[in-house]
């Protein structure tokens, strides 16, 4: 289903984590051109219907972590399938998908289940993405699940030794949908993520809508949450997958790519009509897989276009993607980015169902401005995983995190790439490791990756004090209101 890159024992190669349905897998990077591929004694369980996995550092110790999310139960084997009744007992509030995991590394390559102590392993939903970012600005990674068959969560790290499930605290836990992806970005400049889950919509049969959480309240409080989709124009995603928040046109403001499409088969024909009726069923019904109708080759939510959307900075979304060269009918999955020609542009890899890859060359107005981070940490973790720079710049800030997943199934390059739009400059960039220690590098030139090693000791750099807030976006005590943005005019944009 997925793989994820970071360095697991800090010695300077990249590690790899497989996830599947069946056996995790870790890749020892032996920095020869090989890897050793660790199956017994790893801490890992043996068999898991994984969907999602991060690296993140949950307990900031500088050591990677392993989050590992399940689908179907684990006693499910789909490869040797005993009992039909693998399927959701209900298709808003399932209560019988897959275990989550939380590995503590020990950072020789072996991990540490934490799962239960830490209160991950809270419950049995269909988690099919995951993300990782500190939504509430106390410097450790939060959690942020989309649940297929029911409503996301946002697990709140306590000081890295435990997890507090606060979905429904945080305004997110309620209305249950079909959660394909999990994505955050700073969306308007002001140093605060928003959050993007991808559902499901198809016309005349079922209406979810995707959701785009925006933070309302005070910075330094535990945000709550707001649906704004609707009233910006990123909620109609038809069957979405990865639904990626990145900046695509360098204008400073974050972008949304959305992979969708299910199954394009036999043109004409459609299995929709009996889907409906087996999820609509009595609980009975709905989990055993021998109700579920044969799909004989039909399509289901299949010939559909990803969608581009372009964030206009004052609130509204415009889809432009057959405009910009997304024309492509195609079954998605997963959607990453990467800057392939390390020219400032964020190029796109789409991964399809029964279909090539795609990649996407990102071609930009050439006088759009930019500015590159590529971190390194020494007493936190070397792939720099959890890091946030934050830049100020044209009188705002736009913070971003390295993410060690995201996505649907995916995980983006890990240096960080922040567009300018037209200005040349930037005051200062405020790197904050996960050590604590936080950089102030002032004035950095702009139209290049900076590669940034974390200071090993103080000097030029002070200590994240959570409890008092450090100069900038973080101390500002203005409240953030999406009404804001909802009542704002979408300006025609000058290019695409
Ligand atoms: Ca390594
Ligand atoms: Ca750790
Ligand atoms: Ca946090
Ligand atoms: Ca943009």
Do not use: C
């Not at 219907?49 to 006693?75: C, K, M, P, Q, S």
């Not at 649906?227 to 995603?237: K, L, Q, T, Y």
């Amino acid at each position: 289903m997925g793989a994820i890159w970071g360095d697991m024992d800090n010695d300077g190669d990249e590690d790899l984590f497989l996830y599947r349905w069946g056996t995790p897998t870790v890749y020892e990077n032996m920095g020869d051109e090989s890897f050793f591929r660790m199956v017994a004694n790893n801490g890992l369980p043996r068999h898991v219907n994984a969907n999602t996995a991060l690296w993140t550092d949950v307990n900031r110790d500088g050591i990677l972590d392993l989050f590992l999310g399940g689908y179907y139960h684990e006693d499910v084997n789909l490869f040797h399938v005993t009992s039909t009744r693998l399927m959701p007992d209900s298709y808003e509030y399932a209560t019988n998908g897959g275990l989550n995991y939380l590995f503590l590394g020990r950072g020789d390559g072996t991990f540490e289940d934490v799962s239960k102590e830490f209160g991950i392993q809270v419950d049995r939903r269909w988690t099919l993405a995951s993300t990782a970012a500190d939504l509430n600005n106390d410097g450790y990674p939060d959690l942020i699940l989309a649940n297929d068959y029911g409503v996301d969560q946002i697990f709140i790290n306590e000081e890295g030794r435990q997890f507090r499930e606060s979905g429904e605290e945080m305004g997110i836990g309620f209305a249950p949908k079909s959660g394909m992806s999990a994505s955050v970005a700073d969306l308007y400049g002001t140093g605060v993520y928003s959050i993007y889950i991808s559902n499901i919509s198809e016309p005349g049969v079922l209406m979810q809508g995707n959701n785009l959480w925006v933070a309302t309240g005070k910075r330094e409080e535990v945000p709550s949450y707001q649906n704004i989709a609707g009233s910006v124009g990123v909620e109609r995603g038809e069957w979405g997958y990865g639904g990626l928040l990145t900046d695509l046109n360098n204008d400073g403001y974050p972008d949304l790519y959305l992979a969708n499409g299910y199954i394009s088969d036999e043109p004409g024909t459609d299995y929709w009509y009996d889907y409906a009726k087996v999820v609509g069923g009595h609980k009975e019904i709905i989990i055993d897989a021998k109700n579920w109708p044969a799909m004989n080759g039909r399509t289901f939510s299949g010939y559909q276009r990803n969608k581009i959307w372009l964030n206009s900075g004052s609130g509204k979304f415009r889809e432009v993607g057959a405009a910009v060269g997304g024309t492509e009918i195609t079954d998605s999955r997963a959607v990453a980015m990467i800057d392939l020609h390390k020219d400032g542009s964020q190029d796109l890899v789409v991964a399809n169902q029964h279909q090539p890859v795609l990649v996407y060359h990102n071609h930009q107005e050439p006088d759009r401005k930019w500015i590159g981070f590529r971190l390194e940490g020494s007493q936190s973790n070397r792939s720099a995983i959890g890091a946030e720079v934050l830049i100020h710049w044209d009188q705002r800030v736009s913070r971003q995190t390295v993410h060690g997943g995201n996505a649907f199934s995916s995980q983006s390059q890990r240096a960080l790439l922040f567009g300018l739009h037209d200005t040349k400059t930037v005051e200062r960039a405020e790197i904050r490791w996960p050590s604590g220690v936080v950089q102030i590098l002032n004035e950095p030139e702009t139209g290049t990756y900076h590669t940034v090693l974390e200071p090993s000791s103080l000097n030029g750099s002070r200590l994240l004090d959570v409890s008092r807030p450090s100069d900038g976006a973080t101390t500002s005590n203005e409240s953030y209101s999406p009404d804001a943005i909802k009542t704002s005019i979408l300006p025609t944009p000058s290019n695409l």
